[in-house]
Structures are given as structure tokens and as C-alpha cells.
């Protein structure tokens, strides 16, 4: 696709590599602690992998947990795990052992699947808010508003609005020259990091991505919130004290995953843009921590703050180690 690709690219070695290949630099400036950060990352990618995995064991075999709240939870869960697939394991090559080669097509992939999860996870977290606006303010109408069918079509949603917002950027990327470096300093292929390169026009990229993003971000949160404020109006108007905070409890995990998520997004979105006098490792090191940690977060707060999940992971953990101790007998 990256039909200028045929200019010579040089590597921080200064070698001549295959023209379709690029480089991702990892951390500039921090390169002697690569092997150390790798260790967090490490693990972070296994949190996540444990958590997330946990989450939708728990929730598939239990029948009490087969609500609109929780198979939202799974789709977060899902996406964690698949943003964390598409970046987890070239970071560590990257860190361990310098591996920053990549190809046009598999930068563009992976820049395409992680704008779009991203994407895809803030339309699910929205979601979650529309759950707990419907529950605290209709909740005799719960069960007849977020039916199965209405939960599998937010699902498509997701999915289709996070990759129809993104699909262009491959193609608008497409048609750039790439005349210079091919050296990315980034630990992933990114956007406007990947924009950056380019010789030519740059513009329609650049308007883009922002329109991109403040559809998501700007949407996203400008709704969230407005449900919350919907939700806080509903609930002091509760005369009992006790009721009140059982209903904002029912929201406090998902107020934690919206802070988690959005806290490091909002962060590097203005910092790549605005803040030219930010230090380019750490631009990087807060593009990394909105990859890594929300994943590995998220199924901790549920599964905290969460008694019925608590509850069941418990159960199932306790039921794995019977049926351990039977086959041992």
C-alpha cells in the first residue's frame, strides 16, 4: 500500500534494509533500560491475559452473572485482550532484544487494529453508562429495555464503528512519501507517529485523526457524563441515605474503568498534539501506559469492587482445586 516505499531506509545502525520494512525505535532516549521496562510490561501483558480470561470463564459458567452489566464486561474484556495481542509481543521483541523491524503491511495492521479496538472499548464503556443510567432511573423497565438482542447490537456497533472510523487511515497513510527516515520512535505503530514521516501533504491526516478521535473521546465522555449526571440527579433525590449508596455503588467500578481508560487517553492525545515541549520519551512512555494498563486493571476493579463476580471467581477457583483433589485420589 505505502507505494513510495522504495527509498533506502536506514536503521539506527545505519544499515540498508529491505525498502518495505520500517523501524519502531522503542523508547528513544531510555534504550539502556529497555530490559528493565520490559519487566513491567511483562507483567502487565500476563495481568491482563489472567484477568481478562478470568473474567469470561466466570461470567460463560455462570448463569446468575448472564446480565446486560456483565456481558458488557466480557466485551471489554475481549477487546483488552485483543488490543493487548497486537502490541504486547512486538514491545518485548523491542525490548529485549531490539527486534523494531517491521513491515509496511503489519505497521499498517497493527495501526489499524489498535486505533480500533481503542475505538471499540470506549463505545463499550459507554455502553456500561447507559446501563447504569437505565438501572438506577427505570429500573422496573431494566429487563425490557437491554434485552439480548439490543446487547448483541451495541456489540456490532462497537465493532463496526470503531472499524469504519478507522479504516480510512490506512489508505489516507497509502498515499504519502516516505522520502526521509523510516525510523519510528515509538514502540508501536501509531498514527500520528507513523504521519510523521511523511514528506508531502500531511494535512488531510492530520484533520482526520483529530476528527477521528474527538467523535470517539469528545462523544464518548461528553455522553458518559451526561448519563452520570442523570444518574447523581435520580439518586439525592432517594430519602434514604442507605439507598443512595447502594445505587452510586453499582456504579463505582465502572466510574474506576472510565478513569483508568480515559485518565492515560486523554494524556497522550494532547501531548502528541499540544505539548511540543514534552519530552519525546515520555510522550511514549504515557502512549504505552494507555495500552498497557487499563487491560490489566480492569478485571481487578470488577473483580474488587464487584461481590457477585468476587463471589463466583471464588466458586469456580474452589470447584477447579475439588475436582483437582478427586482425580489425585
Given at each position: 500500500m505505502l507505494r513510495t516505499l522504495g527509498q533506502t531506509?536506514?536503521?539506527?545502525?545505519?544499515?540498508?534494509?529491505?525498502?518495505?520494512?520500517?523501524?519502531?525505535?522503542?523508547?528513544?532516549?531510555?534504550?539502556?533500560?529497555?530490559?528493565?521496562?520490559?519487566?513491567?510490561?511483562c507483567c502487565l501483558g500476563t495481568a491482563t491475559i489472567v484477568?481478562?480470561?478470568?473474567?469470561?470463564?466466570?461470567?460463560?459458567?455462570?448463569?446468575?452473572?448472564?446480565?446486560?452489566?456483565?456481558?458488557?464486561?466480557?466485551?471489554?474484556?475481549?477487546?483488552?485482550?485483543?488490543?493487548?495481542?497486537s502490541t504486547v509481543p512486538k514491545l518485548l521483541a523491542i525490548l529485549w532484544c531490539g527486534a523494531g523491524h517491521i513491515s509496511a503491511s503489519a505497521c499498517l495492521a497493527q495501526m489499524f487494529f489498535?486505533?480500533?479496538?481503542?475505538?471499540?472499548?470506549?463505545?463499550?464503556?459507554?455502553?456500561?453508562?447507559?446501563?447504569?443510567?437505565?438501572?438506577?432511573?427505570?429500573?422496573l423497565r431494566y429487563a425490557?429495555?437491554?434485552?439480548?438482542?439490543i446487547i448483541v447490537r451495541i456489540g456490532v456497533v462497537a465493532m463496526v464503528r470503531g472499524s469504519m472510523l478507522m479504516l480510512p487511515c490506512p489508505f489516507l497513510i497509502g498515499r504519502l512519501s516516505f522520502c526521509q527516515s523510516h525510523?519510528?520512535?515509538?514502540?508501536?505503530?501509531?498514527?500520528?507517529?507513523?504521519?510523521?514521516?511523511?514528506?508531502?501533504?500531511?494535512?488531510?491526516?492530520?484533520?482526520?485523526?483529530?476528527?477521528?478521535?474527538?467523535?470517539?473521546?469528545?462523544?464518548?465522555?461528553?455522553?458518559?457524563?451526561?448519563?452520570?449526571?442523570?444518574?447523581a440527579r435520580a439518586v439525592f433525590r432517594l430519602s434514604s441515605h442507605e439507598a443512595r449508596s447502594k445505587a452510586l455503588g453499582t456504579c463505582g467500578s465502572h466510574v474506576c474503568v472510565i478513569l483508568i481508560s480515559y485518565t492515560p487517553a486523554l494524556f497522550s492525545f494532547f501531548t502528541h498534539r499540544f505539548g511540543h515541549h514534552v519530552p519525546l520519551h515520555i510522550h511514549i512512555l504515557?502512549?504505552?501506559?494507555?495500552?498497557?494498563?487499563?487491560?490489566?486493571?480492569?478485571?481487578?476493579?470488577?473483580?474488587?469492587?464487584?461481590?457477585e463476580i468476587r463471589e463466583k471467581v471464588v466458586k469456580v477457583f474452589q470447584k477447579g482445586q475439588g475436582t483437582g483433589v478427586k482425580a489425585s485420589e
Open positions: 531506509m536506514e536503521s539506527p545502525n545505519h544499515t540498508n534494509l529491505d525498502t518495505s520494512l520500517f523501524f519502531l525505535l522503542g523508547i528513544p532516549g531510555l534504550e539502556q533500560f529497555h530490559l528493565w521496562l520490559s519487566l513491567p510490561v484477568g481478562n480470561i478470568t473474567i469470561l470463564v466466570v461470567v460463560a459458567t455462570e448463569p446468575a452473572l448472564h446480565k446486560p452489566v456483565y456481558l458488557f464486561l466480557c466485551m471489554l474484556s475481549t477487546i483488552d485482550l485483543a488490543a493487548s495481542f489498535i486505533h480500533a479496538f481503542c475505538m471499540m472499548e470506549s463505545t463499550v464503556l459507554l455502553a456500561m453508562a447507559f446501563d447504569r443510567y437505565v438501572a438506577i432511573c427505570y429500573p425490557t429495555i437491554l434485552t439480548d438482542t525510523v519510528i520512535p515509538h514502540t508501536y505503530c501509531e498514527h500520528m507517529a507513523v504521519v510523521k514521516l511523511a514528506c508531502g501533504d500531511t494535512r488531510p491526516n492530520r484533520v482526520y485523526g483529530l476528527t477521528a478521535a474527538l467523535l470517539v473521546i469528545g462523544v464518548d465522555l461528553f455522553c458518559i457524563g451526561l448519563s452520570y449526571a442523570f444518574i504515557l502512549a504505552n501506559v494507555y495500552l498497557l494498563f487499563p487491560p490489566a486493571l480492569n478485571p481487578m476493579v470488577y473483580g474488587v469492587k464487584t461481590k
